[in-house]
């Protein structure tokens, strides 16, 4: 139900932006995350913001440096990436669940989008 969009390849300090779209069949406005997956480790929550867009939630290790927004009254959000590591290399996965509170176990899931940061 959650189609995502714009991984990629970048050197370190370089910006990708990330975006997401549900592809039919959530009834609502619902909150809606990012989080990603590096080979060997957990999935973590990157970001996360609520259906109405007022409150936004991000990991230490990417406060000051991605910025999660959405679209008014749509399931559609964005994931801007600036000043990339190479430890923000990892499978991200947008979801989407009916409140900020629960992102951690979000009810839908995307397929994944691959950001290697990388010289």
């Known amino acids: 139900k959650l189609v995502e969009s714009g991984g990629g390849l970048v050197q370190p300090g370089g910006s990708l932006r990330l975006s997401c779209t549900d592809a039919g069949g959530i009834r609502g406005l619902y909150a809606m995350g990012w989080h990603r997956q590096a080979p060997g480790q957990q999935r973590e929550l990157v970001a996360a913001?609520?259906?109405?867009?007022?409150?936004?939630n991000y990991a230490d290790s990417v406060k000051g440096r991605f910025t999660i927004s959405r679209e008014n009254g749509k399931n559609t959000v964005s994931l801007q990436m600036n000043s990339l590591k190479p430890e923000d290399t990892a499978a991200y996965y947008c979801?989407?669940?009916?409140?900020?509170?629960?992102?951690?176990?979000?009810?839908?899931w995307g397929q994944g989008t691959q950001v290697t940061v990388s010289s």
């Open positions: 913001i609520s259906a109405g867009g007022v409150t936004t």
């Open positions: 979801s989407a669940t009916p409140t900020i509170a629960n992102m951690r176990n979000p009810t839908y």
